[in-house]
């Protein structure tokens, strides 16, 4: 058994791994008297994608190189990306800024949209608060007193060593464990690229075996069985460690944390580095630094104050009641990724009345547990004796789970959006007036199979048929590009779709929703030429994404356009992840 164990502990690190960043687009600007000349060189085997130049400027794909003048502004962005006969590249957003004071001196921006920036700091605090929980796990607290002990020792041993050097050490310990984890980060993006993150976080069968292991870690938490990677491992890296001497003894004893934590920290290093997939190029990198910080802070900081350990409590019942806790909340993320598999091969078996159940008797149980009405093998008899602590965490929990009970008649759950399906998979939605809808159209005999009527808002799932229902009603048309796996597309759907002001507009288009990530088989794979090679689309979610590539020369979601019935643009800019509303509707046509 310990032996499966160890496979599928090793399987969770294995998965972490990510090809070759590229960056096969160079840009430069000038300043030319009331005009400013941009200039992008590109690889030899890549062409560039231009999306959006200033105001909405729109051009084709280019080779070799581009130049473009443009009117002088204080900042000019430039949205594209680029591809080869293999891949695109996520959209970036490159930045030539004009300055006043140095018209001669233009300063170019690193090729980081807003939102990108965005991502990669809301990934770094999520690092940040998984650090903080593995800190809390007992596979790490009762390291910190064993380990800043083995720093102070060190130091009396080592004739002439004063405590500014054994302080020194603690910090080096510190930034050891920062680089093995960042380390990590850069690890996923060199292996799998920057492009292909995306399709790592959104792949099926990843999202299957995540959900499995994340499944067994709870189970492990629960108390069923315990999860270790081999002892001989970690028992050759200390002896290495204290055979050497320097920095390279203290990197060792960083790598002996690392293995000997790992069956506390692993669920929550795998999730972490899967929601950074496809976030930005630095996100896995990112994720990892916030969580080695917020690791790594107490070793140093005990090692400067060794007085404050005797002040930290004791491992016990404590501990085993937060490792329990913790196996909770990784069984209900597990939910999430078994859900992304559920709707890419359209399972139905996991649609969004069923996903918010299991939440409810989750957290619900989650909540008796905190009060000591349920109790696991590893649980002392002090159990039963509610903590206050316990007690206001419990009502947290049991309010959480109230709070989701209306979510089974189609209430829109904002705080759980990025993790439930979409609204799309709940059987039917009550109005506030009682009214059913959600229901599926029979329109002229099952002319639009793909037709759905969401409290007004017509919808479809194929581009052909909506195009046809908007050609025919001469209706505007609501392009939006998403993936059953893409978090930003359930947050705007829920911050921003779905607002009442939202809607009053977006009722006015023929919503067309194309899902990439769709794995439902083509009645006949069709055959394609790209980038001057053939390829064959088998699924769904094929197809979509090779009309937004090639089409809109883009392959990130959500990503909106508003069309005219005869599918010419309106706007020219599109729209990606923006949770501003009045932005969005500024951006809105009608």
Same mark, same amino acid.
């Given at each position: 058994?310990?032996?499966?164990?160890?496979?599928?502990?090793?399987?969770?690190?294995?998965?972490?791994?990510?090809? +070759?960043?590229?960056?096969?687009? %160079?840009?430069?600007?000038?300043?030319?008297?009331?005009?400013?000349?941009?200039?992008?060189?590109? $690889? %030899?085997?890549?062409?560039?994608?231009?999306?959006?130049?200033?105001?909405?400027?729109?051009?084709?794909?280019?080779?070799?190189?581009?130049?473009?003048?443009?009117?002088?502004?204080?900042?000019?962005?430039?949205?594209?990306?680029?591809?080869?006969?293999?891949?695109?590249?996520?959209?970036?957003?490159?930045?030539?800024?004009?300055?006043?004071?140095?018209?001669?001196?233009?300063?170019?921006?690193?090729?980081?949209?807003?939102?990108?920036?965005?991502?990669?700091?809301?990934?770094?605090?999520?690092?940040?608060?998984?650090?903080?929980?593995?800190?809390?796990?007992?596979?790490?607290?009762?390291?910190?007193?064993?380990?800043?002990?083995?720093?102070?020792?060190?130091?009396?041993?080592?004739?002439?060593?004063?405590?500014? +050097?054994?302080?020194?050490?603690?910090?080096?310990?510190?930034?050891?464990?920062?680089?093995?984890?960042?380390?990590?980060?850069?690890?996923?993006?060199?292996?799998?690229?920057?492009?292909?993150?995306?399709?790592?976080?959104?792949?099926?069968?990843? #999202?299957?075996?995540?959900?499995?292991?994340?499944?067994?870690?709870?189970?492990?938490?629960?108390?069923?069985?315990?999860?270790?990677?081999?002892?001989?491992?970690?028992?050759?890296?200390?002896?290495?460690?204290?055979?050497?001497?320097?920095?390279?003894?203290?990197?060792?004893?960083?790598?002996?944390?690392?293995?000997?934590?790992?069956?506390?920290?692993?669920?929550?290093?795998?999730?972490?580095?899967?929601?950074?997939?496809?976030?930005?190029?630095?996100?896995?990198?990112?994720?990892?630094?916030?969580?080695?910080?917020?690791?790594?802070?107490?070793?140093?900081?005990?090692?400067?104050?060794?007085?404050?350990?005797?002040?930290?409590?004791?491992?016990?019942? /404590?501990?085993?009641?937060?490792?329990?806790?913790?196996?909770?909340?990784?069984?209900?993320?597990?939910?999430?990724?078994?859900?992304?598999?559920?709707?890419?091969?359209? /399972?139905?078996?996991?649609?969004?009345?069923?996903?918010?159940?299991?939440?409810?008797?989750?957290?619900?149980?989650?909540?008796?547990?905190?009060?000591?009405?349920?109790?696991?093998?590893?649980?002392?008899?002090?159990?039963?004796?509610?903590?206050?602590?316990?007690?206001?965490?419990?009502?947290i929990s049991l309010s959480f789970a109230m709070y989701m009970v209306p979510g089974? /008649?189609?209430?829109?759950?904002?705080?759980?959006?990025?993790?439930?399906?979409?609204?799309?998979?709940?059987?039917?939605?009550?109005?506030?007036?009682?009214?059913?809808?959600?229901?599926?159209?029979?329109?002229?005999?099952?002319?639009?199979?793909?037709?759905?009527?969401?409290?007004?808002?017509?919808?479809?799932?194929?581009? $052909? $048929?909506?195009?046809?229902?908007?050609?025919? #009603?001469?209706?505007?048309?609501?392009?939006?590009?998403?993936?059953?796996?893409?978090?930003?597309?359930?947050?705007?759907?829920?911050?921003?779709?779905?607002?009442?002001?939202?809607?009053?507009?977006?009722?006015?288009?023929?919503?067309?929703?194309?899902?990439?990530?769709?794995?439902?088989?083509?009645?006949?794979?069709?055959?394609? $030429?790209?980038?001057? %090679?053939?390829?064959?689309?088998?699924?769904?979610?094929?197809?979509?994404?090779?009309?937004?590539?090639?089409?809109?020369?883009? #392959?990130?979601?959500?990503?909106?356009? +508003?069309?005219?019935?005869?599918?010419?643009?309106?706007?020219?800019?599109?729209?990606?992840?923006?949770?501003?509303?009045?932005?969005?509707? #500024? /951006?809105?046509?009608?």
């Amino acid at each position: 058994m310990k032996k499966i164990m160890t496979i599928f502990a090793v399987m969770a690190i294995a998965l972490t791994a990510a090809a +070759q960043i590229v960056q096969p687009i %160079k840009w430069a600007g000038a300043v030319e008297g009331d005009s400013i000349r941009l200039t992008a060189t590109i $690889e %030899k085997g890549w062409h560039l994608n231009i999306i959006e130049l200033g105001d909405g400027f729109y051009m084709d794909e280019y080779e070799g190189t581009f130049t473009e003048t443009v009117a002088k502004a204080d900042t000019i962005r430039v949205r594209y990306n680029a591809c080869d006969d293999k891949m695109c590249t996520a959209p970036e957003t490159w930045e030539f800024v004009s300055l006043a004071s140095s018209p001669d001196s233009p300063i170019a921006s690193s090729p980081n949209s807003h939102e990108g920036g965005q991502s990669i700091w809301w990934i770094f605090v999520m690092g940040l608060l998984g650090g903080l929980l593995a800190i809390f796990t007992p596979c790490v607290w009762p390291i910190i007193p064993m380990t800043v002990s083995f720093f102070i020792k060190r130091g009396g041993a080592a004739k002439g060593t004063t405590n500014a +050097q054994v302080v020194r050490d603690a910090i080096l310990y510190g930034l050891s464990i920062v680089i093995i984890y960042v380390g990590l980060g850069l690890l996923v993006t060199l292996i799998f690229g920057a492009s292909a993150l995306n399709a790592l976080s959104t792949n099926a069968v990843v #999202n299957i075996i995540f959900f499995l292991i994340l499944v067994l870690f709870a189970a492990s938490f629960f108390g069923a069985f315990e999860i270790t990677l081999p002892s001989s491992w970690s028992t050759a890296l200390n002896s290495k460690s204290n055979n050497t001497t320097g920095f390279l003894s203290i990197l060792l004893m960083a790598f002996t944390l690392v293995i000997v934590s790992f069956s506390c920290t692993g669920p929550i290093i795998g999730t972490l580095l899967v929601e950074a997939a496809g976030k930005s190029i630095l996100a896995p990198a990112m994720g990892m630094l916030g969580f080695a910080i917020a690791l790594a802070l107490p070793f140093s900081l005990f090692a400067m104050f060794p007085s404050v350990l005797k002040k930290l409590p004791k491992s016990g019942g /404590w501990m085993n009641t937060f490792k329990v806790t913790l196996a909770f909340l990784e069984l209900a993320l597990a939910l999430k990724f078994l859900s992304v598999a559920d709707l890419a091969y359209g /399972w139905h078996i996991l649609d969004r009345e069923v996903f918010v159940s299991l939440w409810i008797i989750i957290f619900s149980l989650l909540g008796c547990y905190l009060l000591g009405w349920i109790s696991f093998p590893h649980d002392d008899e002090d159990h039963r004796k509610t903590s206050v602590t316990r007690f206001f965490l419990a009502v947290i929990s049991l309010s959480f789970a109230m709070y989701m009970v209306p979510g089974l /008649w189609g209430a829109p759950l904002r705080a759980i959006s990025a993790f439930a399906p979409p609204m799309n998979t709940q059987d039917w939605v009550m109005t506030s007036g009682g009214q059913v809808i959600g229901e599926r159209l029979e329109v002229k005999g099952g002319e639009y199979k793909t037709m759905t009527n969401h409290g007004g808002q017509i919808t479809f799932t194929d581009y $052909e $048929e909506g195009m046809a229902y908007a050609k025919e #009603n001469n209706m505007p048309v609501f392009l939006d590009f998403n993936g059953f796996g893409c978090v930003n597309c359930r947050k705007m759907e829920a911050a921003v779709l779905s607002k009442p002001e939202v809607a009053e507009h977006m009722h006015k288009y023929v919503l067309i929703s194309l899902i990439v990530d769709d794995k439902t088989k083509l009645a006949e794979p069709i055959e394609v $030429e790209e980038n001057g %090679k053939k390829v064959t689309l088998k699924t769904i979610g094929d197809k979509w994404s090779y009309v937004q590539r090639t089409e809109y020369q883009s #392959n990130a979601q959500p990503y909106y356009m +508003q069309l005219d019935a005869d599918g010419n643009r309106i706007v020219e800019t599109s729209y990606a992840y923006d949770e501003d509303i009045e932005k969005f509707l #500024n /951006w809105l046509k009608y």
